[in-house]
């Protein structure tokens, strides 16, 4: 474990591919006007000091439309789970922490579902 105040990463149209690429990701869409979003945030950042060998991004739908579009985001907040560039799990809603951990966990050990290029 890192520590209980990790970092996540913000992930922007420009800096998407070069990011992930090759890397286990799990990533929180969202916006700065969304309730649940925030509420959320903070559940998503203190489940990243669990996971050392994955990233944690962020991706602000508004700032990001291209991203959010690309994964076909109509919700907000919506998780996905990315290794290899592989859709492993997408979802919308907030999720308290012991479903986030549980919605990770059982994605990273489950079957590929679609490639994803950006």
Known sequence: MVGPYVATKELTDSNFTE?????TVVIDFWADWCGPCRSFAPVFTKVSADYDDVIFGKVDVDANPGLAQAFGVTAIPTLVVLK???????????????SLRSTIDKALQGPKRMTFQF
């Open 84 to 98: 290899n560039n592989t859709v492993l799990h997408s979802q919308p809603g907030a999720m308290n922490e012991k």
């Open 19 to 23: 990011a992930t690429a090759g890397k």
